[in-house]
C-alpha cells in the first residue's frame, strides 16, 4: 500500500499536447486556458461526478494551476482504486512548456 504522501506524478513533457487530462481547476480558470484534450470536472465535484473520470489504458493525468489541488485530488482517486497521475507544476508548468492550449471564446489562452 502506498503511503499516503506519495502522490504519483508526471511531468508536463512527459505528456502528449492533445493527452486526455482532468482539469480540476474552477470555471475561470478553466475556460481561460487548458489543455486542448482536458476534461473539466472541478476538484469539489469530483465524488458527486466519478463516474465522469475516464477510464484509460494509461495512468490518466490529473491536472491544476499549480499541482495542489490536481494532488489531493490523484491521493483521493487513487484511493478510490483510479489509476491517475498528478502533472508536476499544473498548468504554469504547461504554458511555460509552450504546450498547446485552448480557450473558451476568443481571447490568448492564458493561465490565471
Do not use: Y
Not at 500500500?1 to 511531468?11: F, G, N, R, Y
Not at 469539489?44 to 499549480?66: F, H, K, M, N, Q
Amino acid at each position: 500500500m502506498a503511503h499516503m504522501s506519495e502522490i504519483p506524478t508526471v511531468s508536463v513533457d512527459e505528456i502528449p499536447d492533445d493527452a486526455l487530462v482532468v482539469d480540476v481547476r474552477e470555471h475561470d480558470e478553466f475556460a481561460a486556458g487548458h489543455a486542448p484534450g482536458a476534461i473539466h470536472l472541478p476538484m469539489g465535484d469530483v465524488p458527486a461526478r466519478l463516474d465522469e473520470v475516464p477510464i484509460t489504458d494509461e495512468s490518466l493525468p490529473v491536472i491544476c494551476r499549480t499541482g495542489s489541488r490536481s494532488g489531493r485530488t490523484v491521493q483521493w482517486l487513487v484511493m478510490q482504486g483510479f489509476d491517475v497521475v498528478n502533472v508536476d507544476g499544473g498548468m504554469q508548468a504547461w504554458k511555460r512548456q509552450g504546450k498547446a492550449m485552448a480557450a473558451e471564446g476568443d481571447g490568448e489562452p492564458t493561465v490565471l
